[in-house]
């Protein structure tokens, strides 16, 4: 059974950081994008970041500069390094990743959410 298992939530306060994870496990024949995105209260579910095989980052503008995007391909892993942390990236964050089950058959898979909460 595939799936993404995501870890390192929490409550710190303005300013501090945290490091999420998520591992992708199972028959898995490739990984292509991994992304994290997050949830707030009564909004709608909102990318943060994603990252390709090679690679390549993208941000959404109120995370950039403050959080960092990267991947470990042997480990099938993605990890969002968050700094600067403010109130109002308080979410669930949950990461998503493209991942081939066989040759040529793609699927998206979600991990089950993190929680952050950043107060003072």
């Known amino acids: 059974q595939v799936q993404l298992v995501g870890s390192g939530g929490g409550l710190v306060q303005p300013g501090e950081s945290l490091r999420l994870s998520c591992a992708a496990s199972?028959?898995?024949?490739?990984?292509?994008?991994m992304a994290w995105h997050r949830q707030a209260p009564g909004k709608q579910r909102e990318l943060v970041a994603s990252?390709?095989?090679?690679?390549?980052?993208f941000y959404r503008d109120p995370v950039k500069g403050r959080f960092t995007i990267s991947r470990d391909n042997a480990k099938n892993t993605v990890y969002l390094q968050m700094d600067s942390l403010k109130p109002e990236d308080t979410a669930v964050y949950y990461c998503?990743?493209?991942?081939?089950?066989?040759?040529?058959?793609?699927?998206?898979?979600w991990g089950q959410g993190t929680q952050v909460t950043v107060s003072s």
């Open positions: 199972g028959s898995i024949f490739s990984v292509g994008v």
């Open positions: 990252i390709s095989t090679g690679g390549r980052p």
């Open positions: 998503n990743a493209n991942l081939m089950l066989t040759r040529g058959w793609w699927e998206v898979h």
